[in-house]
Nanobody
Framework: QVQVVESGGGLVQPGGSLSLSCAASGSISSIDVMGWYRQAPGNEREWVAR???????VYVDSVKGRFTISRDNAKNTVYLQKNSLKPEDTAVYYCYVRLRVAAGRPATNYWGQGTQVTVSS
């Protein structure tokens, strides 16, 4: 069993910043990918960012230049620094962890419970 726990959500004014954290624990041998999704009321869950074990990062176009994803491998923790926040960034943010698997095998994903981020004046 793998546990994934997010923290750092809250209320922030437009243009402000928040930093989210996500820590994985439990039966972990090796983590391949860690990342973030978000879901606003009435919308589908959308992918936001990911970082692989080698340090390569990828972002959805709407957050490029504003969000930064990073990783602490020793702590099995991923972070999402969010700057220049907009009301459109309001959503529940979910962390996911993908464990490393043998070549040709399907990946296993684990999800956090979500943390609410509200951007409002």
């Amino acid at each position: 069993q793998v546990q994934v726990v997010e923290s750092g959500g809250g209320l922030v004014q437009p243009g402000g910043s928040l930093s989210l954290s996500c820590a994985a624990s439990g039966s972990i041998s090796s983590i391949d990918v860690m990342g973030w999704y978000r879901q606003a009321p009435g919308n589908e869950r959308e992918w936001v960012a990911r970082i692989i074990s080698g340090g390569i990062t990828v972002y959805v176009d709407s957050v490029k230049g504003r969000f930064t994803i990073s990783r602490d491998n020793a702590k099995n923790t991923v972070y999402l620094q969010k700057n220049s926040l907009k009301p459109e960034d309001t959503a529940v943010y979910y962390c996911y962890v993908r464990l490393r698997v043998a070549a040709g095998r399907p990946a296993t994903n684990y999800w956090g419970q979500g943390t609410q981020v509200t951007v409002s004046s």
